[in-house]
């Protein structure tokens, strides 16, 4: 039985995401059709790209995604279809893939062509629905397009690192339903850099020295829990996508309030990650007994 996923900025309210449900049903009635999520922020190209990367890999081989964001076609918007890792995606060429195709070179791009064939003001209900169902039927991608060599980037996909690498600027990408905070630094690209310094993340007025494997590593639970006050605190992880993320423990908008609303971050602000160079010192000398750590050098 043929998967296919939903991944739009519909909403709940409307009537657009039934309605490309029902489509499919009328073309493919044994068909699964699965909702990855119909909440992401209307046209966030760089949030409906993290979410889709980190949801791809937990469908077989062979599941078909798709992507409704900002996907009226124009000059400078066209469709695409794209298989990579046994996975097939719709969408529109508007950066969307590229985040995943940064990470795994994708096996086949074709420029979707046959709106001529089809009149359309809703594109994700009338021609990505076609698609879909095409290759869930067992066809090619040529049939439904030509070839192309690559996609569009998306900006910010790849955070600054200066000359000397001592600092990564990266961009909030993603607000989770806990209001955590997501970044586009990634673990591997954090640990390539950072050659075992020490750093400081800072996020508006906010200063981090450490980064966590999960969100309970810092409790101390050998304290009694009516004493700990955990509950609020502030603290930076690699989540499970493995982007650096910061983070309040158990955050609730309504008592403690989140990362988002407490840091004041918002989507696209900056994170910035300073490595503490650690000093040589010259064989056969003291380290200089009024400095106590590497800050201090």
Excluded at 25 to 36: G, N, T
Excluded at 61 to 75: A, Q
Excluded at 89 to 97: D, E, H, L, Y
Excluded at 278 to 283: E, L
């Amino acid at each position: 039985m043929a998967i296919i996923t939903l991944t739009t900025d519909f909403g709940e309210k409307d009537y657009f995401a039934g309605a490309t449900k029902g489509a499919i049903y009328s073309e493919l009635p044994d068909v699964k059709i699965v909702d990855i999520s119909h909440s992401v922020s209307p046209f966030n190209i760089p949030e409906a790209a993290y979410i889709i990367q980190n949801a791809f890999r937990s469908f077989p081989k062979g599941t078909i995604h798709i992507i409704g964001i900002d996907s009226e076609i124009n000059p400078e918007n066209q469709h695409i279809a794209v298989k990579l890792d046994d996975h097939y995606f719709i969408c529109a060429n508007n950066g969307i893939m590229s985040m995943i195709c940064k990470e795994i070179v994708p096996e086949k791009i074709v420029e979707i062509n046959i709106h001529d064939k089809i009149q359309t003001s809703f594109p994700v209900l009338d021609v990505f629905v076609k698609v879909a169902c095409h290759i869930a039927r067992g066809g090619t991608l040529d049939v439904i397009g030509k070839s192309i060599p690559e996609i569009k980037p998306i900006k910010n996909i790849v955070p600054y690192v200066n000359d000397d690498k001592t600092q990564i600027i990266g961009s909030v990408i993603y607000i989770d339903n806990y209001g955590n905070v997501v970044t586009n630094i990634k673990q591997s690209f954090f640990e390539t850099l950072q050659k075992g310094r020490d750093f400081k993340i800072s996020a508006r007025n906010y200063t981090f020295k450490k980064i966590y494997q999960k969100y309970s590593d810092f409790v101390n639970f050998e304290i009694p829990e009516n004493k700990r006050n955990d509950e609020g605190r502030k603290l930076v992880v690699f989540n499970s996508g493995g982007f650096l993320e910061i983070a309040v423990y158990k955050s609730n908008s309504e008592t403690f309030g989140s990362a988002s609303t407490l840091l004041g971050l918002r989507l696209m602000d900056s994170v910035s990650v300073n490595f503490i160079n650690i000093p040589i010192i010259p064989k056969g000398k003291d380290i200089p007994q009024n400095i106590s750590n590497v800050d201090d050098f």
